[in-house]
């Protein structure tokens, strides 16, 4: 072998290469360690320059920053999104690099709907649940009541956006909706009234039941002198209902065809 002058220039060029290439690895890693490429600035921002109603520069101090490790080219990115999608109010959030010493965060916030569930979270219009200060959420808007099984949150909105829709004809709005483990639908109206729709067995099921409430509701007021607390719209031809004297009767019992 060191006799074959071919040989031996071949493992002189491949040791020579490796030699070229480890200086070179060793000269691009000296200069991206330069303090001037150290992270000097971190802008955060609305997404598409919309301004950010409730994140705020204290809690990104507090719990996002500390966990930005790295400079200009070595901070991982989606560390650092994970990092700012772990602040309250954040629904999502990306980041990009500006050379030469600069992070840029756009940020997008939940826009909530109500609360979810009994332990104090929130829910987004998207559907999103997510925990976030009570009291700073109640002073966007009037909070809709949600509960329903893990993993029901985005068809609950869904639902909640239909039984707005139809609950119309009477002037009144749900306030709370309610899906149970057994899927059976419940709703409470902001006039106080709760009506229980059971389960949706066919696809206009919901819907019909609540036409056949518009038609009949308005006898049912004057009969009844706005004293029902709750109808049941589960019968297959008629209804059941509770006062507030505690009365409970039937659309049969009521005349009300």
């Known amino acids: 072998m060191w006799q074959d002058a071919k040989l031996l220039n071949a493992i002189a060029n491949v040791l020579f290469s490796m030699v070229l290439l480890a200086l070179v690895v060793s000269g691009v890693w000296w200069v991206i360690q330069r303090p001037v490429f150290a992270l000097h600035v971190v802008r955060v921002e609305g997404e598409q320059k919309r301004e950010l109603r409730h994140v705020n520069t204290l809690t990104i101090r507090e719990q996002a920053l500390p966990k930005i ?6 901070t991982n990115l989606d560390q650092v999104r994970q990092a700012f999608e772990s602040v309250p109010w954040v629904r999502k959030a990306s980041v990009q690099r500006v050379w030469p010493d600069k992070l840029v965060v756009a940020l997008e916030e939940h826009e909530v709907l109500g609360t979810w569930g009994e332990d104090g ?16 959420a109640e002073e966007d808007a009037q909070l809709i009541g949600f509960n329903g099984p893990d993993g029901s949150e985005k068809e609950v909105v869904a639902q909640y956006r239909q039984f707005k829709e139809w609950f119309s004809g009477l002037a009144l709005e749900p306030e709370a909706i309610d899906y149970s483990s057994r899927y059976a639908w419940s709703v409470k109206l902001n006039n106080g009234l709760r009506v229980e ?61």
Request: proline share 4%; net charge positive; glycine share 10%.
């Open 69 to 74: 490790a790295g400079n200009f080219f070595t």
């Open 197 to 257: 729709l059971g389960k949706a067995q066919e696809p206009n099921g919901l819907k019909k039941r609540v036409e056949q409430l518009i038609k009949v509701y308005p006898q049912l007021v004057t009969r009844l002198q706005g004293s029902i607390v709750s109808v049941d719209m589960r019968y297959p031809n008629g209804l059941a209902l509770k006062t507030s004297s505690q009365n409970v009767g039937s659309i049969a019992k009521l005349g009300v065809k």
């Open 121 to 136: 979270r929130l829910i987004s219009t998207a559907g999103d649940v997510f925990t976030a200060n009570l009291a700073e």
